[in-house]
T-cell receptor, first 115, second 110 residues
């Protein structure tokens, strides 16, 4: 079975540029999560969706970040404009059922470097 | 504020040793606690615990939850170099969100 697929795997760009991260969840999963991981702050939940609807975006750091899920098989996380402090690994995860009823399956992440 | 604390943050042992990793939590509406192993890439699921006192076991790994004292432990017996990873504890506060701890970085030396 295909797992959660994220693209790109690596992204290096200059500050001020728009960055778009993509995620394809596991087919049939109704929850999708976006996380950010840094050495300083560990793993942080940014936003999660249930049936394509954003449920909690309180973890989104500021207005420069936005996420969409236009359909059950695709989500994007956009940063505009990007800043060096946005450099991190961004993970997408999906699950069938919310929260801890079922474990979340993580993608391999996108390593983002903002110069 | 919901929080998850893990200890130790870092641990170095030799192959064959037994280790115990700790996770304590404070959340408003606990539903479950999950353990993940993160090597080079994404976290991979190990255990999900919902009831106190029931040990979950998978090979050399085992975990138990104490909902009264608000903590969980993850035991690894006869450690191997392949067990070297960051072990993450996460708590679900009833679908509000997931709260992850900072992780324990385990290094197993040959």
């Amino acid at each position: 079975d295909a797992g959660v697929i994220q693209s790109p795997r690596h992204e290096v760009t200059e500050m001020g540029q728009e960055v778009t991260l993509r995620c394809k969840p596991i087919s049939g999963h109704d929850y999708l999560f976006w996380y950010r991981q840094t050495m300083m702050r560990g793993l942080e939940l940014l936003i999660y969706f249930n049936n394509n609807v954003p449920i909690d975006d309180s973890g989104m750091p500021e207005d420069r970040f936005s996420a969409k899920m236009p359909n059950a098989s695709f989500s994007t996380l956009k940063i505009q404009p990007s800043e060096p402090r946005d450099s991190a690994v961004y993970f997408c995860a999906s699950s069938f059922g919310g929260g801890g009823n079922q474990p979340q399956h993580f993608g391999d992440g996108t390593r983002l470097s903002i110069l | 504020e919901d929080k998850v604390v893990q200890s130790p943050l870092s641990l170095v042992v030799h192959e064959g040793d037994t280790v115990t990793l700790n996770c304590s939590y404070e959340v408003t509406n606990f539903r479950s606690l999950l353990w993940y192993k993160q090597e080079k890439k994404a976290p991979t699921f190990l255990f999900m615990l919902t009831s106190s006192g029931i040990e979950k076991k998978s090979g050399r790994l085992s975990s138990i939850l104490d909902k009264k004292e608000l903590f969980s432990i993850l035991n690894i017996t006869a450690t191997q170099t392949g067990d070297s990873a960051i072990y993450l504890c996460a708590v679900d506060n009833y679908g509000q969100n997931f709260v992850f701890g900072p992780g324990t970085r385990l290094s197993v030396l040959p």
